[in-house]
């Protein structure tokens, strides 16, 4: 009905509540907003209370400070970069521009060289990359920050710990099996980040 009604009503930006329900509860019932965040063809503003304020009291306008970014790096994350640097320059706030290195599990006893280099080779071939894409963004302040694990968790982590205002984030839309196989991780950061989270599907059409 959420996605219904959006359509019908011709809104470019859908707002909700998330409760960051998880284990088994999450599991049976599902969330709306997650669900809402894969199916969406619009954007959708997900906001968990209290964790995180970026309402200021006094006028109830947003104060957002510093805008996260998280990348893989692909074509299809890649257009969801203008979104997050229109935003950090209309709040003149600092954009990060993110990465989580997930290594793959290499046997030590099959291939025990690998397993201890190439950790570091991917996190340093990661970092190039980041830097290239600060470097390409001249009009807004930007950070860039690598990470090594699993990318949902290093995203929630640092944001939470470098006081990250909202988090804008690529959603891939997937559904059915590959869905259940491979999960989001825009829909992961949904349910664990404290602070607000950006969802935005790349082939979107509307305005940046």
């Known amino acids: 009905e959420i996605l219904r009604l959006a359509e019908k ?3 470019t930006l859908i707002v909700m509540a998330t409760h960051g329900r998880s284990g088994v509860e999450h599991l049976v019932f599902g969330s709306v907003s997650e669900k809402v965040v894969r199916q969406s063809p619009v954007p959708v503003l997900s906001v968990k209370h209290p964790e995180h304020e970026f309402v200021k ?4 306008s947003l ?3 510093r805008i996260l970014f998280p990348t893989d790096f692909s074509p299809y ?3 969801g970069l203008p979104f997050a640097t229109s935003l950090a320059k209309q709040f003149d706030a600092t954009l990060v521009i993110f990465h989580s290195t997930e290594v793959p599990i290499v046997l030590p006893d099959v291939m025990p060289d690998s397993a201890i280099q190439l950790g570091p080779q991917l996190e340093a071939e990661s970092r190039g990359l980041v830097q290239k894409m600060c470097a390409d963004i001249t009009e807004i302040k930007v950070e860039g920050e690598v990470r090594v694990g699993a990318a949902h968790r290093e995203i929630c982590n640092y944001a939470s710990q470098s ?3 909202l988090i804008v984030i690529p959603t891939h839309g997937r559904s059915g099996l590959g869905h259940v196989l491979f999960g989001s991780v825009a829909e992961k950061v949904v349910r664990v980040a404290r602070c607000p989270v950006l969802t935005i599907r790349p082939e979107w059409s509307g305005a940046a």
């Open 9 to 11: 009503t011709g809104s």
């Open 57 to 60: 009291e006094y006028d109830l």
């Open 163 to 165: 006081g990250v205002d």
């Open 63 to 65: 104060e957002i400070k």
């Open 77 to 79: 994350s890649d257009k």
